[in-house]
């Protein structure tokens, strides 16, 4: 098993340029969903974000992190039952690693779309295998984090798909039209005076580009869980142009440009960005 981590190793770097840190979250990443799958975890949750979209869709860029939507509300869900599956299985292939559930502190907002009142995370701390660590600088550890949406908005779809790498599995991944949603609801609704989320436009470009619709009712349900929506009638597709237009007025491209340049192999691939190739793209958008 051994030979198999460090040929997923190998491929992960390569398609990351020879970044190592980044090849060894994602190697990582890859077996603790392999682990995740001996379990009945893909029988209540879906995976979804920017790694899933990365995994199953082909997205070109990094994703740090692996974020989960139960199917249905479950204020009583908890990941420890997972943890083993999850040790084992890095265990099986050579990683010494610690798996742990991080307690929360504080009460998480309801209307987070991401990190909701009973989301749990996940935290793996990894050292190399000795395989690979004339690979790796110094004695460097690699997290990668488990997010859980234990209050999922209505109108979620998903499939069953795999995932070749280690080995064949399956994941039961929310579908395009779902993911879009939860992208557009990320991009509308994050705090105008954080920092600008570039990876929300890189996703945006790649969904539409790829010619995959957005579910609008899903998305309705996000935005009025987050408290953005708050009309009486259904969310239409003009008004989700016209919100789009709007954050598409407001952002500040140099900014969006240089959070996602880290996270992306070329970043010439940005060079095009404006406003009005954002407007020349949502004007592409399809709605489902």
């Known amino acids: 098993m051994i030979e198999a981590a460090v040929q997923l190793f190998e491929d992960r770097a390569e398609k990351n340029g020879g970044l190592m840190e980044r090849a060894l979250a994602e190697t990582i990443q890859y077996i603790a969903l392999l682990g995740l799958s001996r379990s009945d ?4 949750s879906a995976f979804y974000g920017g790694t899933a979209l990365r995994m199953l869709y082909n997205l070109d860029r990094f994703s740090e992190d692996l974020d989960f939507s139960l199917l249905d509300s479950d204020r009583n869900f908890s990941l420890d039952p997972y943890v083993s599956f999850v040790q084992n299985e890095l265990d ?58 234990t209050d999922p908005p209505a109108g979620i779809e998903s499939d069953i798909s795999y995932i070749d790498s ?61 408290g953005f929506y708050t009309k009486v009638s259904h969310l239409s597709e003009t008004e989700l142009r016209e919100l789009l237009e ?17 996270f992306i192999r070329n970043p010439k691939d940005v060079d095009v960005w404006s406003k009005d190739y954002f407007r020349y793209v949502a004007g592409k958008l399809r709605v489902q």
């Open 41 to 44: 975890f893909f029988y209540k």
């Open 246 to 262: 709007k954050r598409i007025q407001d952002v500040d491209i140099e900014l969006a440009k240089k959070d996602v340049i880290r």
């Open 166 to 226: 280690p080995i064949s599995f399956p994941v039961r991944v929310c579908d395009g039209p779902t993911l879009f949603a939860g992208k557009l609801s990320a991009l509308l609704t994050r705090g105008w005076h954080q920092r600008v989320k570039g990876r929300d436009w890189f996703d945006m470009v790649f969904l539409i580009n790829r010619n995959i619709p957005v579910s609008l009712s899903h998305l309705e349900s996000r935005l009025r869980q987050a």
């Open 92 to 149: 099986s292939y050579g990683f010494h690693t610690e798996v742990f559930v991080k307690e929360k502190n504080v009460q998480t907002p309801i209307e987070s779309a991401f990190i909701k009142a009973g989301t749990k995370l996940h935290i793996v701390e990894a050292r190399v295998p000795p395989s690979l660590t004339r690979r790796i600088a110094g004695n460097d550890v690699c997290k990668v984090k488990f997010e859980v949406d």
